[in-house]
């Protein structure tokens, strides 16, 4: 966590977060730091929340394109919060998480300037 607190007060131009191996502390406190970010445009996280971070990153990171959340269960009002937090972004990658059939025409529909969805091994409810 240190690590990421240093990141987030030294490097002002971060453009990508890679923190594809799940670790809930980590997780529980990018929300915090995003609004240092102000060209951040790639963040690749194992497993995370879409009500913590998805707001944060639709608030201070205007170039914000691409997500990569793999392993994670999208449920509820999930999907529709994310088309409605990140209506420009191009890249998801959602592969090996969980997401009803319902949700993924959700995203397709609202995120009008996707070109590359990954749903790869994704068990669909």
């Known amino acids: 966590m240190k690590a990421l607190e240093y990141v987030a007060n030294e490097c002002p131009r971060l453009k990508v977060l890679d923190v594809s191996s799940y ?3 980590i ?3 990018i929300p915090k730091y995003i609004c240092k970010w ?3 445009d790639i963040l690749r996280v194992a497993r995370f929340y879409v009500d913590e971070i998805l707001p944060q990153i639709r608030l201070h990171c205007n170039n ?3 997500l990569s959340a ?3 269960y999208f449920q509820g009002d999930d999907a529709a919060f994310l088309v409605a937090s990140l209506p420009e972004l191009k890249y ?3 592969h090996g998480g969980f997401i009803e ?3 993924v025409v959700k ?3 609202g995120c009008k300037q996707l070109v590359h969805l990954d749903i790869r091994e994704c068990g669909f409810l």
């Open 27 to 29: 997780n529980a406190i």
């Open 101 to 103: 059939k319902e949700d």
């Open 92 to 94: 998801l990658d959602l």
């Open 38 to 40: 102000k060209i951040f």
């Open 23 to 25: 670790n809930p502390s």
């Open 70 to 72: 793999a392993y994670n």
């Open 107 to 109: 995203i397709l529909k």
């Open 64 to 66: 914000f394109i691409c």
